[in-house]
């Protein structure tokens, strides 16, 4: 199976906070979440923890490498740069990430997230959806010392609610 690419300022292991979320699941295939990921103003639709999505500088409604965008989520308000954008082709997962920040540069409530997803298809009709999200600043590690850890359970609720989108979509 793949993984997530990251740049060296944002390892694993090396930042305040890291959140590993997975999912493998039957009957779906890339096709069917790559559409209700890859669009933003999707995301509050099925996830509860995400709100007034909008694009700068007239891009959208698909996220593109270096879009700039805006939304409110764990009760910050977070503007995000895309960092990563490879859709999925035959025999290649769909990859994005984005970096995305709270607060002023320098301050102690800033909060610097990379956030990445891996979708693959994988044998016998299943599909793989892998969130993971680093994380840097005083906010991170009080995120990282709250238990139980919100970053881990928002995320399941965010892949739970995209299968859940996926599935009812297909549905005829």
Known sequence: MNAILWPEAYTPGTTENFASNEVIVAGLTVADIWPLLATPSQWPTYYANSANVRFHDGKGPELADSDRFYFETFGFPVEAQCTEYVAPAAGQPGRVAWHGWAGEQG??????????????????????ILTQEVQKGKPAQQLHDTKPNPMINGHQDWLDGLVAAARKARQP
């Open 107 to 128: 301050a102690d409530n800033r909060l610097d997230v990379l956030h990445a997803w891996l979708v693959e298809d994988l044998d016998g009709g299943r599909v793989r």
